[in-house]
């Protein structure tokens, strides 16, 4: 069975610094998808950044980007130029292709100080 | 669109009541499902759906049924609520794309429930 870890229970940041959350994973298949996922204190899950497998370069949307590394089975998150808004829950999760089965990491919970 | 709804948002039971939590999505996907979040757990699979008239299980189904007469509707029915089911409960849906590349799933806003 597939598992994600997420190491760092909580963590914190200064605004405008740059945070990196941790993320790694387990699995025998090769066609698989990643995700992060934002939860704030609102308790809405939002999508934050997607990786397929198959593709070796790093996703990035703005100032969230991934550290994606294949054979290690990591996957980073990494927040740049923290803002207030960006305090919440984040979760990892992973989906093998071809089934719509999210499995989620245990989360990391941000706070990101004035 | 209205994306994914659940309602009640809140809801307290006493051990033993039966419930059932709404849940439906207006962008016809195929896919739908229930998750649970505990403290300390992540989110975990209750049910899902991968089309109207079929079900199955995931990670957590004990204690739960489930349905899915139509597309846009996909409840979750506690049959008799314990204190155990206390948790807040999500709906997610997305295109069934098996065999095809893995689309986003969106979530409905929650539902916070207690079992006394």
């Known amino acids: 069975a597939q598992t994600v870890t997420q190491s760092q229970p909580e963590m914190s940041v200064q605004e405008a610094e740059t945070v990196t959350l941790s993320c790694t994973y387990d699995t025998s298949e090769s066609n698989y998808y990643l995700f992060w996922y934002k939860q704030p204190p609102s308790r809405q899950m939002i999508l934050v950044i997607r990786q397929e497998a198959y593709k070796q370069q790093n996703a990035t949307e703005n100032r969230f980007s991934v550290n994606f590394q294949k054979a290690a089975k990591s996957f980073s998150l990494k927040i740049s130029d923290s803002q207030l808004g960006d305090t919440a829950m984040y979760f990892c999760a992973f989906v093998q292709g071809g089934s719509e089965k999210l499995v989620f990491g245990k989360g990391t919970k941000l706070t990101v100080n004035p | 669109n209205a994306g994914v709804t659940q309602t009640p948002k809140f809801q307290v039971l006493k051990t033993g009541q039966s419930m059932t939590l709404q849940c439906a999505q207006d962008m016809n996907h195929e896919y739908m499902s229930w998750y649970r979040q505990d403290p300390g757990m992540g989110l975990r699979l209750i049910h899902y759906s991968v089309g109207a008239g079929i079900t199955d299980q995931g990670e957590v189904p004990n204690g739960y049924n489930v349905s899915r007469s139509t597309t846009e509707d996909f409840p979750l029915r506690l049959l008799s609520a314990a204190p155990s089911q206390t948790s807040v409960y999500f709906c997610?849906?997305?295109?069934?794309?098996?065999?095809?590349?893995?689309?986003?799933?969106?979530f409905g806003p929650g539902t916070r429930l207690t079992v006394l």
């Open positions: 997610a849906s997305s295109y069934d794309i098996a065999g095809r590349s893995t689309d986003t799933q969106y």
